[in-house]
C-alpha cells in the first residue's frame, strides 16, 4: 500500500518551485535589458542602431513634449529612437527614479531636465562613468560631469520679463509674484533674479518701486499647480498686481484660473511658451504677454549635441537657444 506524500514536504516543494520561477523571472529580465542595449532596437516597425532616454520633471508641460518630439524626429535621422522615460511604465517615476532605471538599461545617451539635489549630481556622474553620455536641457547641473548643457540662459530670460515688467505702471509700489519650479536650481534662480532686478532700477522705470516675491512650485504633478494658482487668484487679489509664470503648466493654469474664476484684469500676467492656449490668452488680453523659448531649436540643439560628442569625443559646454515675445 503506497502511502500519501508527507504534507510539509509538499508545502516545501511547491515553496521551492515558486522561488525557482521567481529567479528564472529575475534572471530572463537581466538577459533582456542586456540584450536590448547590446542589439539594435525596434521601434515604429524600424530597427534603430541606438536609443536615447529623454527624461523630464514634468511630463505634462506642452513645452517640454514639444522639444520632445523635435528631437525625437531629429534623433531618427541619426539612426537613433529617443524614448520619452516613464511614458510606458505604471505608476509614478520622479526624474532621478527615471534616472537610475535609464543607466540601468545602458542607454546609449541620456537628455534629462536637471534639478539642484546632490542626488541628480550623483547620477549624472554616476552614468558618465558607466560611459553614457548626460546632456541637460531647460535646467543645467554645471557641477555635474554632464557633456553639455541645452537651454535659455536665464540671465536673458530675466531681462525679457524684466522690459515688460517695466511696461506696467502704478502709482504706489508694483507688488510682483515670481512663480517658478521648486526644481529650479538656485543658480538659475539667481541668475534670473539679478537680471530682473537690474532692468527694473530706478534708473530705468523712472521712479516706479517694484516688490519682487518668488514662490516655488511643484510642478510633477497637474493638480498641485491647479491648486496653488488656485489660492493665489482666489486669495491673493490686491495683494499681487503682477504675476511672472516661468513654465507652460502655471501660465496655461493662471490663465484657465482667471477665466474660470471671472477674475481677469484682476492680475497682470506674463507667461511663458507659445502654446496654442497661450497665445489664445495673449490675443485675448487675458495674459499681458508670454516669454517664449525656442521648442524646435532646443530638440534640434539636443541631439546636435549628442552627435557632436559622438562623432568628435567632445562637444561645446553651452548651446543656447532662442527666446521672443508673445503679446
Known amino acids: 500500500m503506497k502511502r500519501k506524500p508527507d504534507r510539509q514536504k509538499l508545502i516545501i516543494a511547491i515553496m521551492a518551485g515558486i522561488m525557482a520561477l521567481f529567479i528564472f523571472g529575475v534572471i530572463s529580465l537581466f538577459i533582456m535589458v542586456r540584450f536590448n542595449n547590446t542589439n539594435p532596437v525596434k521601434r515604429d516597425a524600424r530597427v534603430y542602431d541606438k ?6 520633471n514634468d511630463t505634462d508641460d506642452a513645452f517640454v513634449r514639444d ?19 516613464g511614458d510606458h511604465l505604471s505608476g509614478d517615476y520622479d526624474s532621478h527614479a527615471l534616472m537610475e532605471i535609464a543607466i540601468a538599461s545602458r542607454y546609449d545617451a541620456i537628455f534629462v531636465e536637471a534639478d539642484d539635489s546632490r542626488e541628480m549630481t550623483s547620477l549624472i556622474n554616476e552614468a558618465e562613468a558607466e560611459g553614457i553620455p548626460v546632456i541637460t536641457y531647460m535646467n ?31 502709482d504706489d ?18 541668475s534670473f533674479s539679478s537680471s530682473l532686478m537690474s532692468e ?21 504633478q497637474s493638480f498641485n499647480v491647479e491648486e496653488a ?6 486669495y491673493k487679489e490686491g495683494d499681487v498686481d503682477v504675476v511672472l509664470c516661468l513654465d507652460e503648466i502655471t501660465t496655461t493654469n ?3 484660473a482667471l477665466v474660470d474664476y471671472n477674475k481677469v484684469g484682476k492680475f497682470e500676467v506674463i507667461g511663458y511658451y507659445n502654446s496654442e ?8 488680453g487675458v495674459l499681458k504677454a508670454a516669454v517664449s523659448v525656442d521648442a524646435t531649436e532646443m530638440g534640434e540643439s539636443c541631439i546636435n549635441a549628442i552627435e557632436e560628442y559622438f562623432e568628435s569625443g567632445y562637444v561645446s559646454d553651452y548651446f543656447s537657444v532662442g527666446v521672443e515675445i508673445i503679446k
Open 229 to 234: 494658482v488656485r489660492e493665489i487668484v482666489l
Open 51 to 56: 536609443k536615447y532616454a529623454f527624461i523630464s
Open 200 to 220: 527694473i532700477s530706478d534708473e530705468r522705470t523712472q521712479g516706479n518701486e517694484y516688490d519682487i516675491d518668488f514662490y516655488q512650485l511643484d510642478t510633477s
Open 140 to 170: 543645467d547641473d554645471s557641477k555635474s560631469n554632464r557633456q553639455s548643457y541645452v537651454g535659455s540662459n536665464f540671465y536673458v530670460l530675466g531681462m525679457q520679463y524684466g522690459r515688460e515688467l517695466r511696461k506696467i505702471k502704478k
Open 67 to 85: 522639444v520632445y518630439n523635435v528631437a525625437k524626429e531629429k534623433a531618427s535621422e541619426h539612426d537613433a529612437y529617443l524614448e520619452f522615460m
Open 277 to 284: 492656449t497661450i497665445v489664445q490668452g495673449v490675443e485675448r
Open 254 to 256: 493662471f490663465y484657465r
Open 173 to 190: 509700489t508694483v507688488n510682483v509674484l515670481v512663480l517658478v519650479k521648486e526644481t529650479l536650481p538656485e543658480s538659475s534662480k539667481n
